[in-house]
């Protein structure tokens, strides 16, 4: 840019090489920050079988003890309150999980025959209050002393244990004259099952929803609530007064299940954030080599572009011959950059079972940024070469 110019084949090679690096660099970048960002939003829209919005968690109710109901019926009575329920069982990571062997009564318990389930402790008030649906047979009723050993099976369970949903024969409501339908065993209780949930996850995306079954028991690690209202700030102090007055001096611990949700996949959103912030420095660095190049290729072809305006060729046409030789060097690195691109962003997503599908759209919508990017930046060299004033680069010949 001083005058002194490199010339010769090997250093243009070396300027054109440099530019298509450093732009198979930032369309990588692009690529996989599109990507990153597109499984996020598939994450965070994708039909759970549970409804986390609007739902407080209430965390260490057993401090309590003898206490948690009034608390549990003193909240159920707050204005902006739907319902409430007492389960450590909670369907996103970090909340109790047991997982055990189970299998058809009348089958023996050997390898065969032995499913891995998990069995979760929830109260009646469990299924409605996490926004679960019941598609076959009936709740939990606490006043029918045989639900003590019902069990609620996810589609998931049905079909592992021999039964399609929709299966008459796998749902009995329960009664003292009536033991038929689906029945489980342990080693040590018989279960009766009196219900479907539709499927819903409780781990991971990054996981296949595996087989459980609610069971009426007591888990009362958390109680979660479900509201009616936005007003999130008011319905919170009116559950803290309530605590307060019932287990006086206890420290009141809450959190929104929406954010517990929301930070399972905290890396995920870090890892877009990182790769955003690097694919905007490397198409910074791109960019300052591409027009370092324009400017270069100008001054080569002063003589050249003066010539030609003096011939009658237009602005349009030599600013159209000057960036020419870039747009091929950004579409080299483009074609370099779709099949790493997409070996990378397949091997990512394989480490989810529910993912998007690697589209065209998202090659394209790189690619056009990318090409835009570049164009803007050499337009402006390009069209500053095709304006200049003949006279100025002709007067020395």
């Not at 530019?19 to 369309?27: D, E």
């Not at 069982?89 to 055990?100: E, Q």
């Not at 099952?193 to 958390?222: C, M, Q, Y």
Request: glycine share 8%.
């Amino acid at each position: 840019m001083k005058g002194k110019l490199a010339q010769g084949a090997g250093s243009s090679i070396l300027r054109s090489s440099l530019v298509v690096f450093q732009f198979f660099i930032s369309i990588l970048l692009i690529i996989g920050t599109i990507a990153i960002q597109k499984q996020l939003n598939f994450i965070q829209n994708k039909k759970i079988g549970f409804n986390k919005e609007q739902v407080i968690l209430v965390n260490d109710t057993y401090m309590l003890g003898d206490s948690r109901e009034t608390f549990k019926n003193e909240v159920t009575q707050l204005g902006n309150v739907v319902s409430a329920s007492y389960s450590g069982f909670i369907p996103i990571n970090g909340y109790n999980r047991n997982d055990n062997v189970y299998w058809k009564k009348g089958l023996s318990p050997d390898e065969s025959n032995t499913i891995s389930t998990q069995m979760w402790s929830v109260d009646s008030d469990y299924i409605p209050t996490m926004g679960m649906e019941l598609i076959e047979g009936r709740n939990f009723d606490k006043n029918i002393a045989s639900d003590s050993n019902a069990v609620i099976l996810n589609e998931q369970a049905l079909r592992v244990y021999g039964f399609s949903p929709g299966d008459e024969r796998a749902i009995v409501t329960y009664s003292y004259n009536n033991n038929t339908g689906a029945v489980l065993s342990d080693e040590f209780e018989v279960y009766n099952v009196i219900g479907v949930v539709k499927d819903f996850h409780f781990e991971s995306l990054k996981e296949n929803i595996g087989p459980l079954a609610l069971r009426l028991g007591s888990s009362t690690g958390v109680m979660s609530v479900r509201l009616s209202t936005n007003d999130f700030s008011n319905s919170v102090k009116q559950i803290e007064d309530t605590w307060k007055k019932v287990g006086a001096g206890l420290p009141f611990n809450y959190h929104f299940l929406d954010d517990k949700f929301a930070k399972m996949y905290a890396e995920e959103s870090r890892l877009g954030v990182v790769f955003g912030i690097f694919s905007a420095l490397a198409i910074f660095i791109g960019c300052l080599g591409l027009f370092a190049l324009a400017t270069f290729m100008a001054e080569q072809r002063v003589k050249e572009i003066g010539i030609r305006k003096v011939l009658g060729a237009s602005v349009n046409s030599i600013a159209l011959m000057l960036s020419k030789q870039f747009t091929l060097l950004v579409l080299v690195a483009y074609f370099i950059a779709i099949p790493v691109a997409w070996y990378g962003i397949d091997l990512w997503l394989n480490s989810y079972n529910y993912k998007i599908s690697i589209s065209a759209e998202l090659f394209i919508i790189a690619g056009a940024l990318a090409f835009l990017i570049a164009l803007i930046t050499v337009s402006y060299q390009a069209i500053k070469a095709a304006m200049s004033n003949p006279v100025d680069s002709l007067k020395s010949e």
